[in-house]
């Protein structure tokens, strides 16, 4: 039978409930939360061998506001392969095909969090890089937050977005996100919740730049970009008079960088370290990434 990758329908969508079973060994309880709220065919890619489902991973639609926008972007989850399938390049190839589609969608930027440090360079071969530190300090609970407003789910999403809505570099969540995260709060209990390490992988570059120009008006200079995987990424920038093209202006700072590179400059993450210009030309933010059903 024929190898190939695919979305998932109603035939296949116990193989990807097992396949996760099977990789990260979550409850019941908590799986049929997350395949509740989150689980979508059209969003779940499958590398189907000989007739079974051996690969998968989901691109779930978030929005995120990124330099003071609010941009569509693809959450990475449940990214699997079955312990027999591994080593084989099967997750390469989805993961490849998941960029495609994010193009095909018109999606700018890639996220997720890596569960174990491993991780970390596995996705920077793909060109992630990482974003999101991990957080110190508790969140606000979601218990405090809905006894405040009891009887009155609206309510509390209401003032939960109010805490998070005009943060920039933050993921955003709708009203059925919050449903999904008060649900598994109560599985456990309430417990205590920090932000999250996350990661982070620049799509169409020259579309994040045009974003970040028109916050920045100000701000001139040019970019040499270098992108190992997505090929159209690989072009020379320039940002002027809150307008990014394809050009060079010879006259101004030329910065060569990397996909990883500019996806960390472009989230501020950390800025106030590096050199100048740098340090100036890339505001220092605090991305955050929360309540991800984790």
């Known amino acids: 039978m024929s190898v190939m990758i695919r979305f998932a329908d109603d035939t296949t969508k116990q193989e990807v409930w097992d396949m996760w079973k099977i990789c990260f060994s979550d409850p019941d309880d ?5 395949f509740r709220h989150k689980y979508r065919n059209e969003n779940t890619l499958l590398y189907v061998d000989e007739g079974k489902a051996v690969a998968s991973l989901q691109m779930l639609p978030y929005q995120f506001t ?5 941009i569509p972007v693809i959450y990475l989850s449940g990214v699997c392969t079955l312990p027999e399938a591994r080593k084989k390049g099967f997750m390469h190839q989805l993961l490849l095909n998941s960029f495609g589609e994010a193009v095909r969608r018109g999606i700018p930027l890639m996220l997720l969090v890596p569960q174990e440090e491993w991780l970390l360079q596995f996705y920077d071969k793909y060109g992630f890089a990482q974003t999101f530190d991990a957080g110190t300090e508790p969140l606000p609970s979601l218990r405090e937050l809905t006894d405040a407003h009891p009887g009155d789910l609206h309510a509390a999403y209401r003032a939960f977005n109010t805490m998070y809505r005009q943060n920039d570099m933050t993921l955003q969540k709708t009203f059925d996100d919050f449903l999904a995260m008060i649900e598994e709060a109560k599985l456990y209990d309430y417990p205590l919740k920090k932000n999250l390490r996350g990661m982070a992988r620049v799509i169409d570059a020259e579309r994040l730049l045009s974003f970040f120009a028109d916050r920045y008006e100000e701000k001139i200079f040019s970019v040499v970009l270098q992108d190992e995987l997505l090929h159209d990424n690989n072009d020379q920038f320039s940002l002027s008079g809150g307008i990014a093209g394809r050009t060079i202006l010879p006259e101004e700072p030329c910065f060569s960088l990397d996909i990883r590179e500019l996806t960390q400059l472009l989230f501020g993450y950390h800025t106030s370290a590096k050199e100048e210009p740098l340090r100036s030309i890339f505001p220092e933010k605090m991305p955050q ?5 984790e």
């Open 30 to 34: 908590y799986m049929e939360i997350y």
């Open 66 to 70: 990124f330099c003071g926008a609010e």
């Open 289 to 293: 990434m929360h309540f991800m059903l």
